[in-house]
């Protein structure tokens, strides 16, 4: 598709530009899908969560883990929140969790952000960057999907449409 793409925002007509700059913003708010992830990751992550307690991904050991990277300026991170809790509710009662791990930003301003979105799961923060950096995350929102024995099965690197069947049917697979 990106070949595609490339091809037909080389035409020189006048609307071919304005279609490719539509494109270019519309498509990654539109969200996608899931990786297959093929290298490791450090797991034996301690981070102080929103209320200061110092938490570990062991806590959710035999769960399937979102581990989902945001911060509060990022716009797609805070519109892809309403279809990150919808899919966790559908599958509500199924061994699945998600945590929040927001970069780069104070305690205050993340637990405001958290309160305002209703995120119910555990928030944590990564002042320094740290995990985000570890992990090879480059951009917001980046998210990981570890399976029940803790092991890094697919990534995405933007929004991720959560409402797509595709995405819930990876999701129980895992389970």
Request: hydrophobic share 45%.
């Amino acid at each position: 598709m990106s070949e595609m793409l490339s091809a037909v925002c080389r035409r020189p007509r006048a609307i071919v530009p304005v279609l490719c700059a539509l494109l270019v913003f519309a498509l990654p708010a539109l969200g996608g899908g899931l990786s297959v992830f093929s290298g490791s990751l450090q797991r034996d992550i301690e981070l102080p969560d929103v209320e200061g307690r110092q938490r570990t991904l062991d806590e959710f050991k035999g769960e399937v883990v979102i581990v989902h990277f945001w911060a509060s300026w990022c716009t797609p991170c805070i519109e892809e929140f309403p279809r990150l809790l919808r899919m966790r509710d559908t599958l509500s009662g199924h061994p699945l969790t998600v945590v929040g791990i927001n970069v780069a930003e104070g305690k205050r301003r993340a637990f405001a952000m958290a309160r305002r979105l209703g995120l119910d799961f555990p928030v944590l923060l990564d002042r320094d960057r740290r995990l985000f950096d570890a992990w090879g995350a480059q951009v917001l929102p980046t998210t990981f999907v570890l399976d029940r024995n803790g092991v890094v099965r697919y990534a995405a690197h933007g929004p991720v449409d959560w409402d797509r069947l595709e995405v819930i049917d990876t999701l129980r697979q895992l389970m």
